[in-house]
């Protein structure tokens, strides 16, 4: 982890392994075209039992083990974070997200990527989740992250690397999304939080 100024703002890196397939920490991933959300979803509350951290340094949750934490911050400004998640299958209900401070529910993660039931890949947009592009997941496969943030305009935008070949490796799934609307207001994120919202399977976030 570095951080960095980046025109008189504060920025906070996050860089892993991810790094060398998604482009140098400091370089924008080129944006694709937005093709129409495949729709949102609730969520239920989460259960506030700390989750194991895997030996090789992960976090790995399983259902009914509530969130799992991992301090990346503090960040302010322009924020650059990066990590790697897998899901175990394709019903899982799986979140990751940014909060400032503990986690005690899903309110408090003002960022958020779900691995969704069904099989696909959405982000958190203010009140709902939703995608730029339908992106399935594949059951055991680790797929490297990207997360661009404005603390100001409270805002952000992700990118997945879906496979090895260009020019369809990186897919961005959402561009300017709004913080979850709890957390409009917030100024500062330092914690990464993860778990699974559902009755079977596990999650593992890893390089963060």
């Given amino acids: ?27 924008p991933v080129d944006p694709v ?3 129409a959300p495949p729709g949102a979803a609730g969520e239920s509350a989460g259960d506030t039992t700390d989750a194991p ?21 503090p960040a302010a400004g322009f924020v650059l974070l990066e990590f790697t998640a897998t899901a175990s ?3 899982l209900d799986g979140v990751i997200g940014f909060t400032s401070g503990a986690a005690s529910g ?7 990527v779900r691995f969704a039931p069904g099989g696909t890949i959405d982000v958190r947009n203010g009140g709902a989740y939703q995608a730029d592009r339908v ?3 594949v059951n055991g496969r680790a797929y490297p992250f990207r997360v661009v943030a404005d603390l100001t305009s ?4 992700v990118y997945v690397q879906v496979s090895s070949s260009p020019p369809d490796d990186v897919v961005r799934l959402a561009r300017d999304y709004a913080f979850r609307t709890s957390q409009a207001g917030v100024t500062s994120l330092d914690t990464l939080q993860a778990v699974v919202d559902g009755a079977a399977g ?3 976030v890893c390089n963060v």
């Fill in 53 to 73: 951290i895997a030996a090789a340094g992960c976090l790995s949750p399983t259902a009914g083990s509530g969130f799992a934490a991992r301090a990346i911050g």
């Fill in 33 to 35: 075209d937005p093709v």
């Fill in 1 to 27: 982890m570095r951080g960095a100024i980046v025109r008189g703002v504060s920025v906070v890196v996050v860089c892993s392994f991810a790094t060398a397939l998604l482009g140098a920490c400091s370089e």
């Fill in 135 to 137: 992106v399935p997941f």
């Fill in 106 to 112: 899903f309110d408090r993660l003002a960022m958020a």
């Fill in 202 to 204: 596990s999650l593992s």
């Fill in 154 to 157: 409270h805002t952000y935008s």
């Fill in 89 to 91: 299958d394709a019903n």
